[in-house]
């Protein structure tokens, strides 16, 4: 079992800034692919970004490349997800995942089935 926390969210203006942080215990982190994904009031969730258990491959969103940038620190066990010059269509909740499968490549860890623990989520509201 992998228990997974995240926080960072809150409320920013467009055109601001924040990092999303996920922390994660149980299991040996740095075994896990780790991805985040996020869901809006009345849509499906959707893949923001994932990232390998190096931490040198990722892979983002093409309508999220370019702002948001995800990382992690396996000495800290955190995966963290940079989201820059935000807009308020970017609000929802956040979530971080973990993933097992390493049989397949990164650009496909992009649907929920390849990912075997979740977060709670943490909110972002972005105004105009």
């Known amino acids: 079992q992998v228990q997974l926390v995240e926080s960072g969210g809150g409320l920013v203006q467009a055109g601001g800034s924040l990092r999303l942080s996920c922390a994660a215990s149980g299991h040996t982190f740095s075994n896990y692919r780790m991805g985040w994904f996020r869901q809006a009031p009345g849509k499906e969730r959707e893949f923001v970004a994932a990232i390998s258990r190096s931490g040198g491959s990722t892979y983002c969103s093409e309508s999220m490349k370019g702002r948001f940038t995800v990382s992690r620190d396996d000495a800290k066990n955190t995966v963290f997800l940079q989201m820059n010059s935000l807009k308020p269509e970017d609000t929802a909740v956040y979530y971080c995942?973990?993933?097992?499968?390493?049989?397949?490549?990164?650009?496909?860890?992009?649907?929920?089935?390849?990912?075997?623990?979740w977060g709670q989520g943490t909110q972002v509201t972005v105004s105009s």
């Open positions: 995942a973990a993933s097992r499968n390493i049989w397949i490549s990164i650009v496909q860890l992009t649907t929920e089935s390849e990912y075997d623990y």
